[in-house]
Nanobody, 122 residues
Framework: QVQLVESGGGLVQPGGSLRLSCAASGSILSIDKMGWYRQAPGKQRELVAVITSGGNTNYADSVKGRFTISRDNAKNTVYLQMNNLQPEDTALYYC????????????????WGQGTQVTVSS
């Protein structure tokens, strides 16, 4: 079994900052991409940022220059530093990882965290 556990969400005023963390645990052989997605009420889930095991990153245009994704491969953890948060960033943020579990017959699969709420409001 593979679990992703997010932390770091909360309520922040416009212009403020938050740092999200997501730790992957369980029977893990290898992790390829790790990323963050978000879903606002009434909207589809969208990609926020993704990072490969080699450190290559990709961001949604709406967060470029404000958000930074990073990872600690030794800890199987991905982070999202969010600066200059705006009300339109309010959403449930989900962690995602593309994981190869342990086991001879195991295959690569996408895994998701339970989500952490980020609310930006004055």
């Amino acid at each position: 079994q593979v679990q992703l556990v997010e932390s770091g969400g909360g309520l922040v005023q416009p212009g403020g900052s938050l740092r999200l963390s997501c730790a992957a645990s369980g029977s893990i052989l290898s992790i390829d991409k790790m990323g963050w997605y978000r879903q606002a009420p009434g909207k589809q889930r969208e990609l926020v940022a993704v990072i490969t095991s080699g450190g290559n990153t990709n961001y949604a245009d709406s967060v470029k220059g404000r958000f930074t994704i990073s990872r600690d491969n030794a800890k199987n953890t991905v982070y999202l530093q969010m600066n200059n948060l705006q009300p339109e960033d309010t959403a449930l943020y989900y962690c995602n990882a593309y994981v190869r579990p342990l086991g001879f017959l195991a295959s690569w699969n996408d895994y998701w965290g339970q989500g952490t709420q980020v609310t930006v409001s004055s």
